[in-house]
């Protein structure tokens, strides 16, 4: 079946630093893929999603490239801040049956 | 425009009781869908439901588990008989338009069983 493998955490990184946090795929077809951010105590949000290949999602200063060749939708931003702490995950969406399938999440600590 | 809404958002309950938790989908948006959140895990599909309608219900556990989404109303997850493992955070998504390309989620019930 369908399945997402992210970069183990915890990630602790400097404010200002670069961030990447790598997300591969499993799937038939030509799923959507998204990522979704999380903080303590709330729900998920969607923080930017891709729709076919090649395509590059972005928000808030992230960016994510859906990459066929590579099966791959690492996220990526140029310099984190305090905020952005929170558990990120990684997801695609079924072609057919509609359901996200998640990875595991990604818990980041950024440190003033 | 409201979000998802959920309630309650923390319930606890004793082993052997039940648990009813519910979503109210967005205005306008007919496609619901609950996930379950382990401790330190991602979330896992449990149930896709339309207006009177299970749709998928691949990850609902074959027993102790239902779900509905009536004509009128929020949608309804129910859990009989809880046990301590079905202690998590449930979340409730929905969307629009078939196919589900961008679902947006509630807050989650975090469910206790004591």
């Known amino acids: 079946g369908d399945s997402v493998t992210q970069m183990e955490g915890p990630v602790t990184l400097s404010e200002e630093a670069f961030l990447t946090i790598n997300c591969t795929y499993t799937?038939?077809?030509?799923?959507?893929l998204f990522w979704y951010v999380q903080y303590p105590g709330e729900g998920l949000q969607l923080l930017l999603k891709?729709?076919?290949?090649?395509d590059k999602g972005s928000n808030k200063g992230f960016e994510a490239t859906y990459r066929k060749e590579t099966t791959s939708f690492h996220l990526e931003k140029g310099s984190v801040q305090v905020s952005d702490s929170a558990v990120y995950f990684c997801?695609?969406?079924?072609?057919?049956?509609?359901?996200?399938?998640f990875g595991q999440g990604t818990r980041l600590t950024i440190n003033p | 425009n409201a979000g998802v809404m959920q309630n309650p958002r923390h319930l606890v309950r004793r082993r052997g009781q039940e648990a009813r938790l519910r979503c109210s989908p967005m205005k306008g948006h007919s496609h619901v869908y609950w996930y379950r959140q382990l401790p330190e895990e991602g979330l896992k599909f449990m149930v896709y439901l339309q207006k009177e309608n299970i749709i998928d219900e691949s990850g609902m556990p074959k027993e102790r588990f239902s779900a509905e989404f009536p004509k009128e109303g929020p949608s309804i997850l129910r859990i009989q008989q809880v046990v301590r493992g079905d202690s998590a955070a449930y979340f409730c998504?929905?969307?629009?338009?078939?196919?589900?390309?961008?679902?947006?989620f509630g807050p989650g019930t975090r469910l206790t069983v004591t």
């Open positions: 998504a929905s969307s629009e338009l078939a196919g589900g390309r961008e679902q947006y």
């Open positions: 997801a695609l969406s079924d072609q057919l049956t509609q359901k996200l399938v």
């Open positions: 799937a038939t077809g030509y799923p959507s």
């Open positions: 891709a729709t076919k290949a090649d």
